[in-house]
Structures are given as C-alpha cells and as structure tokens.
C-alpha cells in the first residue's frame, strides 16, 4: 500500500541525553553487582595468618602487589575528564567551537591516559588470570571497566566528530556525553575503592 | 534543543531481495515481528524438549529416551527456550512493534539499537543452545563448550539490554505532544516499567555471568566449574525473574479489557500502581536471595521479634508482588463487569494468562515457608511453569489483539478462543501434579532415581501431558496465525473499536506510523477523535 507522508518533526525530549542516563544506569549495575559479587568473596575467605599484618582474610595472595599509584592516577584523571567534559558542555552552549574542540580532545587524551594506566597495572602486577579466583576475579572486574572506559572514549569521539563536522548545534550530544563520563567517573571510584583500597 | 537525526533509516529499496530487507531492517514493526516470529518457534522448539523431560521422569527407574549425560543439558535447554527462547522475546517484540504506535510516534527510540538488539540477542541464543546440544550448558562434560555456552549467554544478555532501552527511552522521549506519562496506554507503562527492570537486573547477571566465564576459562578455582555454572547464573532462568521478565504482559491485560470490555478503567492510577508495585518488589526479590520463612507451627509467635524480622522482609518481597497481581485481576473484572463483553480471544487469553501468573506467584510464597518442605523439590517447576506459561496466553491474546496492527489481517477469534482454554488447561496440568509431586518429595533436576510414596507416575504423567496441551495450543495457534496474516481477511484500522493512539493509523500502518502529529489531551486520545468527530467539533 502507499506509504502516507512522513509526520512533521515532533518536539525534542532530549532522546540522547536520556538514553545516555539508561545506559549509565546499566553500566552502574554491571559494575555495582561485580564489586558485590567481589565483596561476597571477599568476606567469605577464610582467615590466615600474614607475617606482616597478622590475621587477615585469605583473598589476595600475599605476593601480590597492586600498583596503587596508577590507580590514583585513573581516579584523578577521571576527576579531571568530568571538568573537561563540562567544559566542552559550556563552550558548546556559548557556540565556541574552539573551546569545544579542545575540552574534547583532553577528555579523549585523558581517556586515553586512563586505559593506558590500567593496562599498565596489569603489566606491572604480572600476573595470570588462571592463578586463582583474586586474579579471574581481578581481571574480570577490571576488564569490565577498561570496556566501558572503552566505550567513553568511542563516545568522546562521536560527539567531537560531529561536533567539529558542522553539527554545532548537537549541545545535547555534548551534554549527555558528559553525563557519560559522570557516570564512568562514578563507576570507576566504587571500582578504585573496592578492588585498589580494600582489596 | 538536539539535531540528532531521529528519521527512521530507510528501508531498502523495492528492487532489493525481501531477505535482505528483513536482515536490515530498523522498522520497529518489522523488528517486533522478528522477535515475535522467532519467539513462537522457541516455545515450539522448548515445549519438545519439555515433553522429553517429563516423559522420562514418568518411568524413575530406567531412562527411557534420554541418557544420564543429557538429562541437564536437555533440562537447561528446556529453561533457556521458554524464558530467553520465548517469554523474552514475545513480550519484547510486542513491545518494540506496538509501544511507538501507541504513543503516536514515527518510529522507536534508536531504531538501529532495537534491530542490533534482536540480532544479538538471536547470536546469544544460538551460541548457548549450540553450547548445550555439545554437552556444554550446566554441568556440561564440554568445557570449552561450557565457555560457549557462559559467552552466549552475555551475548544474549546484551541484546536484550539494547532492546529494553530502545523502549524504555522511546517512552520517556516519543510521546505525542499532551501525552503525560500517567495519559499513556497501559501497555506502554508495562512496557517502560519492565524495560527499566530488565536494565537494572541483566546488567547484574552479565556481570556475574562475565566472572564465572573467566573463571572457568581461565581458572576454575571460584565459582565451582562446570557444575558451578546454575549456582551463579541459574536463578535468571526461575522465580522471581520469571516474573520480572512478565510485567509487560500485566498492560496487555489492561489494554485488552478495557477495549474489548468496552469500558473505561475505573482506577488508572491505581493500575499504574499495581503494574509498579510488581515491578519494583520483583526486583527487590531477584536483587536477594530467595527470602525463606521459619515457621515453626504453634511456635510462631514464641519469639515475637525475631519472627516479626523474619516476617517483615517475607512480606514485602514475595506477599506484596502477588497483591499487585491481585490489583490488576480485580481492576480487569471491574472494568469487565458493566459491560457483559462477548467473548473473544484476547479477552480469553489474557485472564487465563494472568490468572496462571498469579497461581505461580502466589504458589511462590508457600513455597519458600520452610515448614512446608517443599524447597529443592519439584515444586520449583510449579511456580515456574504457570507463570511463564501465563505470560505466554497472554502474549498470544497480544498478537490477537494487535495482529490487524502489525499484520494488517486479523486471526480469527473463533477459531483462537478454544486455544485459550487449552492453555487454562495446560497450566493446571503442569501446576497442580507438580505442588503434590513437591509435597511428596520428589527432587527438582533430576528426571531418574527417585521414589516417594504416591502415584509417582501419575503426577509425571499428568505434567507431561501438560505440556503436550501446551504443545498442541501452541501449534494451532501458529498455524492460525500463519493462516490468517497470509489469506485472512483484511482487518479494518480499528476492528477493536479502540480508543488508543495505534487504531488512529491504518492497518498495517505505513512506514513512519502516522501522517501527521495527534496532539493528545486524555488517556483516551482515539475516543475523544472519535467523540469530537461525531458531534462535528472536529473538521
């Protein structure tokens, strides 16, 4: 049958931005329900006894040492990712291209600092993930954030892509991928304290 | 304000192969088809596989056609098909195809996402049921297929992510000008609330799903192995993520009534309470572990405090759920009431449908007071089966409904009504035997080796035939609905005398839904057209 003539143009709710919060939701249960889980085995470790701090819970092998300054590093430049991705969001809304460019190339290079420091701490640990459950464990948990840090910075570079390609009008796209990196951020503090300060 | 190009894509052009138009598509009509085709042949190809299962636990003491080896692939199959196989993708693919038309929108949320969704999620589905007929699901011999398997299920998850919030954001962003939320049918409001469900509770059990595939891969020193594999991601395939998956189902039921019935709902909100009450303590429950209660007969009430603790968290997370069934029940028969509707199909196979939700939600509770001793045993398949199966009735009254809307013909309602009695049928065959078969002792997962006192043989025999009903219901009910949407007669725009924004289109609707924006002022948008036209306050 004949198709009849397209609708007009409904108003815009903020389609991306709100798809955006879903998916951060998402992604803030995957990493929640991982640093459950992580906890869960966590507290159910028997206790030994260490040479150095006494009677501690059986979970991670005493050998093992976590490169604890990377991990601050991640958080920081996480912390900073947030600034510069709120930044892109203010240029962008006063039409400064300029300005927008730039925020968005340091939370893309900053992004880029971020992975590199995890692949880093798994370089520096040296490790195996068949070596026990810490490991599967650590590098599953791990894993998962590097993903979506991954993910972020795929982001990152959409919205530069079609931010600097002409669409200077896309402030939403802005937005909500700084509402991304909020989130990432968020995910990545339970992660840093979780699985780099409590172990 | 966004410029994000929210056009739906274009189909491919007349001259390219049907095939090819299918495989990529982003027409959510065409995408809700996909899942709803593809989820009548898993309820066919699990229902099979159940009549295997229960006709070999009808002998205990031999086995008949399975071997020892394959009896929990075969069981796992049996659960990946009627939940991931056919309960998903029914419901969700009802929801892509019909939620955007009855917000009055061109097109979903992220077209490309919901299609992406589907495709992924048949590759999960495949991957894990390849991974089973090798020996590689739960407690597999097949490790490396058991790795399969653990992937195929995060595929899978990850599908039904993409998909749920395609619709999930189609509802909060698509909705015709003056649609409040509290204005938007109540199948959107399942849908949305269900979707938001899934996005909080699969991301939970990919996570989980993630460690146990590394650890088993890599390690095998956590999670317990091959026979580890149903203690972490087993509880995604019973209650009560069964009956989280079902929540779309409980806005057909008020759709379905309210138009057929010819009657307005009496209390909107206290329905949109009831869909949300079910939803959140159903998420409550699948974020716990099963909340067991010790009763102790007279005792009870010896140590008020203690009980009291043990009581309160009981209550909320397994009594409150059954009550919002109990609400949607009591607002379909008020609604139904005035009215004296005839009787139809969808009407028929939704009351049936719901009626077996709240049987196995309701048969959940007993279930978990730990003095009636059921836990463990087959009493489980009770609590599972009728909900899922209602789920599905209702599903099926979906397509009878919504059919003129996605097919342009409708299924014809005297031929489809009988179908829905086969399911009440079924869902007693594979409900009640199973609550004796419990009482009695009878082990869950196993299918051999058992004996209790009783006709063991019975019961068995019973549930077996239960899902042959089920089997025969479903069938039919296929081939009707291949009959009817190939050589049945064309369906008006609205057969149903709907007042919803999805009757206000033409049937099948065109490709970007509607030929202009409906500005919406009730909840009833269609009757107010109607109403406006028919005194001639409209042009």
């Not at chain 2, 138009?259 to 079910?278: C, W």
Request: with cysteine; charged share 10%; glycine share 10%.
């Amino acid at each position: 049958m004949l198709a009849l003539p397209p609708a007009s143009q409904p108003a815009p709710r903020r389609q991306v931005f709100v798809g955006t919060a879903v998916a951060g939701a998402a992604g803030f249960m995957l990493i929640g329900g991982m640093m459950a889980t992580w906890l869960k085995f966590r507290a159910d470790a028997p206790v030994r006894e260490s040479l150095k701090r006494g009677f501690i819970k059986d979970w991670m092998p005493e050998k093992i040492v976590v490169p604890e300054v990377a991990a601050n590093m991640m958080l920081l430049g996480l912390f900073v990712i947030c600034i510069m991705a709120q930044w892109a969001v203010y240029s962008a809304k006063r039409n400064d291209r300029t300005h927008t460019g730039l925020a968005l190339g340091v939370t893309a290079l900053l992004a880029l600092a971020s992975i590199n420091a995890q692949i880093a701490i798994w370089a520096q640990m040296g490790v195996g993930a068949n070596d026990g459950a810490f490991h599967s464990m650590f590098y599953a948990a791990t894993g998962a954030m590097t993903a979506l840090l991954l993910s972020g910075l795929v982001y990152t570079a959409v919205a530069a892509f079609r931010y600097l390609g002409g669409r200077t009008k896309e402030v939403e796209l802005v937005s909500a991928h700084a509402l991304y990196w909020y989130f990432l951020t968020a995910a990545f503090c339970a992660v840093w304290f979780v699985i780099y300060v409590q172990k | 304000m966004t410029s994000i190009e929210t056009h739906l894509p274009t189909d491919v052009s007349a001259s390219t192969p049907a095939i090819a138009t299918w495989l990529t598509t982003a027409d959510h009509k065409k995408v809700g088809r996909l899942f709803i085709g593809t989820g009548l042949v898993g309820l066919v190809a699990g229902l099979v596989l159940a009549i295997l299962v229960t006709f070999e636990r009808i002998n205990a003491d031999s086995y008949q056609i399975l071997s020892v080896d394959s009896v929990p692939q075969v069981l796992a199959a049996v659960r990946l098909l009627l939940t991931f196989g056919t309960v998903v993708p029914l419901l969700l693919g009802l929801s892509v195809a019909v939620v955007p038309l009855q917000l009055g929108a061109r097109s979903n949320a992220f077209p490309r996402l919901a299609a992406a969704g589907f495709w992924i999620w048949l590759t999960g589905l495949g991957l894990a049921l390849a991974a089973i007929i090798g020996n590689g699901g739960p407690n597999g011999g097949n490790s490396n297929l058991v790795d399969l398997y653990l992937a195929g299920s995060i595929v899978l998850g990850l599908g039904v992510l993409m998909t749920a919030t395609s619709i999930a954001v189609t509802v909060l962003t698509n909705r015709a000008p003056g649609m409040g939320i509290l204005r938007a049918p109540l199948f959107t409001w399942s849908s949305l609330v269900g979707s938001l469900a899934v996005i909080l509770a699969m991301p939970v059990l990919i996570g989980t799903t993630l460690y146990v595939y590394i650890d088993h891969r890599y390690a095998r020193a956590g999670f317990g192995g091959n026979t580890g594999v149903n203690q972490w991601i087993g509880w995604a395939l019973s209650q009560p993520f069964s009956l989280l998956l079902a929540i779309p189902a409980l806005g057909i039921v008020f759709d379905v009534v309210s138009t057929i019935g010819r009657n307005r709902l009496p209390q909107r909100s206290v329905a949109f309470g009831a869909i949300g009450v079910v939803a959140v303590t159903a998420l409550a429950t699948v974020t716990q572990t099963n909340i067991t209660l010790p009763w102790e007969g007279a005792k009870f009430l010896d140590d008020a405090g203690t009980k009291i603790a043990d009581l309160l968290p009981f209550l909320l997370l397994n009594v409150v759920p059954v009550l919002g069934l109990l609400g949607v029940l009591g607002l379909s028969l008020l609604t139904l009431k005035p009215s004296k509707p005839v009787i139809s199909a969808p009407l028929t196979f939704v009351l049936i449908g719901l009626l077996g939700i709240l049987l196995g939600a309701a048969a959940h509770i007993v279930g978990l007071v730990e003095d009636a001793g059921v836990i463990g045993s087959i009493y489980e398949a009770g609590v599972y089966v009728p909900i899922t199966f209602g789920a599905i009735s209702i599903a099926f009254g979906g397509i009878c409904y919504w059919g003129p809307k996605l097919w342009g013909r409708s299924i014809s309602d005297k031929a489809a009504t009988p179908l829905a009695l086969l399911a009440l049928l079924a869902i007693g065959l594979d409900s009640i035997p199973y609550y004796i078969a419990g009482f009695a002792d009878q082990p869950t997962g196993l299918v051999n080796g058992f004996a209790y006192s009783g006709p063991q043989d019975l019961w068995n025999a019973l549930t077996c035939a239960g899902f042959v009903v089920m089997l025969l219901a479903t069938t039919a009910f296929v081939g009707l609905a291949i009959k009817s949407f190939t050589s049945g007669a064309a369906a008006g725009n609205d057969p149903w005398d709907g007042t919803t924004l999805e009757w206000a289109t033409s049937s099948p609707p065109p490709a970007e839904n509607f030929a202009g924006v409906i500005v919406v002022n009730s909840a009833t948008p269609l009757a107010d057209i109607k109403s406006a036209s028919s005194t001639g306050k409209v042009a």
